[in-house]
């Protein structure tokens, strides 16, 4: 029997080069699809059959967690999940605890622009708030 497929781990845009798949494994060791990849399966196949060749861990996952794109704060949760809870068996290294150490530093060496940033993006809500309204 061949082994399963895994299901790459979308990752955070601060993270080019990470290769883990949604079950925590090096990606680099194991046959694995992308999350696109394994959707078009779904389709083709459907759950039941597409559960006979794809590891479920990761299947379960991806469906729990969004990705960067369409969600930002289900990837984040991902990562807390994945080195708060899952991180008491196997030691794992804090790496997301550092980087938001390092973010937050970062925000308050760069306060102005930060501020400017978040009024912009909240400026570009609201505008398609009332863009939607007049439709």
Known sequence: MEPLDHILRPNLPW????????CGL??????????????????????????LFTCMTCARTAERYAAWVDDPRQAVAREIEWEGRYSRRQKR??????????FATLVSNHQ???DGLLAEIRG???W????AERR
């Open 26 to 51: 090096n990606a680099d060791s194991v046959k694995a699809l992308t999350l696109d990849q394994y959707k078009a399966r779904l389709k083709e196949m459907g759950t039941q059959r597409a559960s």
């Open 124 to 126: 570009r809500r609201e």
């Open 93 to 102: 290294e804090p790496l997301l605890k550092d980087e938001l150490t390092a």
């Open 15 to 22: 993270r080019a080069d990470a290769r883990l798949t949604e």
């Open 112 to 114: 102005e622009e930060f």
């Open 128 to 131: 398609n708030a009332k863009k």
